[in-house]
Structures are given as C-alpha cells and as structure tokens.
T-cell receptor
Framework: SQQGEEDPQALSIQEGENATMNCSYK?????LQWYRQNSGRGLVHLILIRSNEREKHSGRLRVTLDTSKKSSSLLITASRAADTASYFCATDGGDYKLSFGAGTTVTVRA | SQTIHQWPATLVQPVGSPLSLECTVEGTSNPNLYWYRQAAGRGLQLLFY??????ISSEVPQNLSASRPQDRQFILSSKKLLLSDSGFYLC???????????FGAGSRLTVL
C-alpha cells in the first residue's frame, strides 16, 4: 500500500522559477527519501532525510521534514528544463521496504 | 561501481502466456532485491523483496512469483498472464545501511 501522498499531482512552472511539492505520510519512519523519474525510465535517488533531521540541502534541492505533522517538502530552486520529471517521496519504516507515493509531475517551460 | 541490469525492456504478451523478467546486479554482494510495479500515472507498488538467496517476501497476493537463484539475480515470473498484469516493472537493489534504492531501467509489459 502507498504510505506517502504527494501534493500537487502536477505542477507547471517557468524556467528559473522554484518548484515546491509536498509529501504526507501516516506511520512512523526511519527516514524519508525523494526520487526522480524521467518519462519511461527507472527512478533515481535524489536525497534522504533522517527522522531526526529537519532540513537538508543538496545542490538546488532543499528538503524539509516535520515528523509531528508527518509531512515533507521538496523545493527545487532555479528550475531548468532538465528538471521536467515526476518526483516521488518514499518512506522507510525500517523493515527493508520503501513505500512510495503517487508522485508529482513537474513540467518546466522554457 | 555497482550496476543493475533489467531485461527485456519491452514485452508484448498474449493473455495466458508465461512471463519471465530478469534482473542482475553487478559490483556488490548480498544486496537486498526488489520488484515494483507501476501502473500508468501511478506510484510504485512493491511486489516482492529478497534479503538473501532463496528468501522471497511477497507483498501482494497475485498472479506473479519471484525467485532468487543466485545472490545477484532476481527473476519475476508468471505461469499465465492476465490483462491486469500489464504495467511497468522495476527491479531495484539496496545495500547495507540506509535503505536507498538503485533502480533498473524498467520493463514495460503489455498483455493483450
């Protein structure tokens, strides 16, 4: 079953703008991860944030985690056409399994 | 470096025919291995995972089975495909420590 739920389902932005997407989950987690999927391809791991962390940065990516609200956000700054993809959050409950949400489809217009 | 290979990339099969999708990992030992299915426009559904040779855990009762005959080989099978088996199948592996997945390129199955 899917644990994470991303919001919005789809996002269209102009190149250079920031893109923000959110993820909510239901049960306790060890960590939360974000992945990207280009159309018709496998997923690529972007960033992991542990349950005791509140914010993490990697290049143009910024992830926040609020365990009290069971939610996370992914911010992509200064978006580029190459950022066009679907983005998924995945929760790790510590049992070898990741549970993925339905994803946010991001379109960056040139 | 570690690599993951998944094949075939595309498959069109008639209802009732068998299925075999293969996945191999190179450059690591004793990986955790996973099969996910992705329906069009949807998230990933975990089908099977394996933490060692011959150890298979099934997440969803269905028309599919998985086997791990070797440490770095994971096979997804069906004896008789259903229309509902159509989808995008993804193999993935993770190592020791944090459960970060590395995915294969995927296999798109269409059952007609």
């Amino acid at each position: 079953s899917q644990q994470g739920e991303e919001d919005p389902q789809a996002l269209s932005i102009q190149e250079g703008e920031n893109a923000t997407m959110n993820c909510s989950y239901k049960t306790s987690i060890n960590n939360l991860q974000w992945y990207r999927q280009n159309s018709g391809r496998g997923l690529v791991h972007l960033i992991l944030i542990r349950s005791n962390e509140r914010e993490k940065h990697s290049g143009r990516l910024r992830v926040t985690l609020d365990t009290s609200k069971k939610s996370s956000s992914l911010l992509i700054t200064a978006s580029r056409a190459a950022d066009t993809a679907s983005y998924f959050c995945a929760t790790d409950g510590g049992d070898y399994k990741l549970s993925f949400g339905a994803g946010t489809t991001v379109t960056v217009r040139a | 470096s570690q690599t993951i290979h998944q094949w075939p990339a595309t498959l069109v099969q008639p209802v009732g025919s068998p299925l075999s999708l293969e996945c191999t990992v190179e450059g690591t030992s004793n990986p955790n291995l996973y099969w996910y299915r992705q329906a069009a426009g949807r998230g990933l559904q975990l089908l099977f995972y394996s933490v060692g040779i011959g150890q298979i855990s099934s997440e969803v009762p269905q028309n599919l089975s998985a086997s791990r005959p070797q440490d770095r080989q994971f096979i997804l099978s069906s004896k008789k495909l259903l229309l509902s088996d159509s989808g995008f199948y993804l193999c993935a592996w993770s190592g020791a420590g944090a459960n970060v997945l590395t995915f294969g390129a995927g296999s798109r199955l269409t059952v007609l």
